[in-house]
């Protein structure tokens, strides 16, 4: 029902800047979450940035005042922009996206395949 492609990743060096796209396909509802969760060798998936439907965002103190975060609701879209990069910032980011249902008032959770971000010392 609900595809994330991923696109931006790569390799830049300290202090350097990625924005990292996220395209869904499929049946998103009017209400739902977009976000961004990283996950490097050896660590816990979490939480990046998110950004809901009626705009209210989160972030990890870690990358606060650096990435932004930000959405395009016609278009069923999610970038990050990530900027002021460091080595810890390396992992593989992953799309996500809870879609809420109305008519069943459930919720369904899809990821991204993923994309690897490296930042170089």
């Known amino acids: 029902q609900v595809q994330l492609v991923e696109s931006g990743g790569g390799l830049v060096q300290t202090g350097g800047s990625l924005r990292l796209s996220c395209a869904a396909s499929?049946?998103?509802?009017?209400?739902?979450?977009m976000g961004w969760y990283r996950q490097a060798p050896g660590k816990q998936r979490d939480l990046v940035a998110s950004i809901t439907s009626s705009g209210t965002t989160n972030y990890a103190d870690s990358v606060k005042g650096r990435f932004i975060i930000s959405r395009d609701s016609a278009k069923n879209a999610v970038s990050v922009q990530m900027n002021s990069l460091k080595p810890e910032d390396t992992a593989v980011y992953y799309c996500?996206?809870?879609?809420?249902?109305?008519?069943?008032?459930?919720?369904?959770?899809?990821w991204g395949q993923g994309t690897q971000v490296t930042v170089s010392s």
């Open positions: 996500n996206v809870i879609n809420y249902n109305p008519r069943s008032a459930q919720a369904y959770e899809y």
């Open positions: 499929g049946t998103i509802f009017s209400v739902n979450t």
